[in-house]
């Protein structure tokens, strides 16, 4: 792969967030500016130069000035609890020395409470609802430095164990299944499988949680009857487009539906949750569940297999390099690297749009129109945050932000 042309592209992206971001209205980590900055920390690493962390810091005190004056969108995509997991990720990665355990709690009580309202209305959506909040406060649990804070955010998240648990419906002996809305247009309901907004992101952070002996025993439970749910829609067919239907209504036409090949819906990101369920569940026939998914899904390289129109992270080239790209660093399988460096090399023919942004535009598929994207999950911060994995010679962890670390 031409790393040239790459570090290229980078410096590209690099020009254009700078002359853009100012103009940014959210401070998500997914949809914001707390996302952006995350490509400028890390691109200041790569090159080992401070100048493209001092704007990475703009960005993050125009988050918290934003906050000062009245701020008010809470999502973990779009908002507060986005911006916090940024803060307490680069403090994680000793990319700043920010106290946190100071600034970040005055944010607990309005997240706590969209968290509870949240789960009581039945919206558990990670990148819009209850488990963003929970991942959120996770991470706190994770890196705070105080006795008396991790202890709250134990309680927090206790709690979210609990409303998740009431909100699961039961089927058969071991399956939990959990509902949500499928479509804002139509409003009809069913059972999503996606990682975006469905019960992949419930395995993700159950797997998460039960790392933690605080946490291990109220998880499991809920995360082997997710898992189970989620498994029993395989489908039957032989040579499969796609191994699970993006949800389940109880249509017969959605009984063996095609999923794309992306992060947001699909394959790749069940696969990829069974893949670390498997490790803390120590379920050696889940982890070769998950390998299969998966070597389904590195086949999947024809337009037509993909249905990949775009660049993105989201469902687009360098979502699926990033993927493969983690899923190689896990396995050392060669299947897996041919994957990424198919779908990097992918991505970079994607960028010929001249009115894009480093030659990139999102694919907007409901009107059919094309969007230059400054964002971390469709636009050029996510790309660029997947190019320098791909050219790093150390690990990463940002794309925890996307629950595929």
Not at 15 to 41: D, H, M, R, W
Not at 130 to 151: C, H, P, V
Not at 165 to 180: N, P, Y
Not at 397 to 404: H, K, Q
Request: proline residues 1%; aromatic residues 12%; charged residues 30%.
């Amino acid at each position: 792969m031409n790393k040239e042309l790459l570090e290229k592209k980078l410096k590209e992206i690099d020009q254009i967030i700078k002359s853009k971001y100012a103009e940014e209205t959210q401070i998500g980590v997914l949809a914001g500016l707390g996302g952006i900055s995350l490509f400028q920390f890390y691109y200041s690493k790569y090159l080992d130069i401070d100048d493209h962390a001092d704007i990475g810091v703009e960005m993050l005190t125009s988050c918290i000035d934003k906050i000062n004056e009245g701020y008010s969108y809470p999502t973990f995509c779009t908002g507060i609890a986005g911006a916090g997991w940024v803060l307490d990720h680069l403090e994680q990665e000793e990319f700043m020395d920010a106290d946190n355990d100071d600034l970040l709690p005055e944010l607990d009580q309005y997240i706590h409470t969209f968290m509870v309202t949240d789960m009581k209305n039945g919206n558990y959506d990670f990148l819009h609802g209850a488990i963003g909040y929970a991942f959120y406060f996770l991470n706190r649990y994770r890196n705070t430095k105080s006795d008396e804070l991790k202890d709250k955010y134990k309680n927090f998240l206790n709690e979210f164990m609990d409303l998740l648990d009431e909100l699961s419906e039961k089927e058969g002996d071991d399956m939990l299944k959990w509902e949500s809305e499928l479509s804002i247009e139509t409003k009809e309901r069913g059972y999503n499988l996606s990682l975006s907004h469905g019960m992949s992101s419930i395995v993700g952070i159950l797997t998460k949680l039960h790392v933690y002996d605080d946490f291990k025993a109220k998880s499991e439970p809920m995360l082997k009857g997710a898992i189970n749910y989620i498994k029993s829609h395989k489908t039957e067919e032989e040579n499969p487009f796609s191994v699970y239907p993006s949800w389940v209504t109880g249509k017969e036409e959605d009984k063996n539906g095609q999923s794309r090949l992306a992060w947001c819906y699909g394959d790749l990101g069940v696969a990829m949750r069974f893949w670390y369920a498997s490790k803390t569940l120590n379920d050696k026939e889940l982890g070769e569940t998950a390998l299969e998914v998966l070597k389904h899904s590195a086949a999947r390289t024809a337009q037509e297999d993909s249905m990949v129109r775009d660049a993105g992270l989201c469902h687009g080239s360098y979502g699926n390099a990033q993927m493969f790209l983690r899923m190689y660093k896990e396995t050392g399988d060669q299947v897996f690297k041919d994957a990424f460096e198919f779908w990097i090399q992918d991505g970079i023919d994607r960028g010929v749009h001249e009115d894009g942004y480093a030659g990139y535009k999102q694919w907007k598929g409901v009107d059919k129109s094309w969007e230059a994207e400054t964002s971390l999950l469709e636009g050029i911060a996510g790309i660029g945050l997947s190019i320098l994995d791909y050219l790093a010679d150390y690990d990463t962890n940002w794309d925890e932000c996307l629950m595929i670390s």
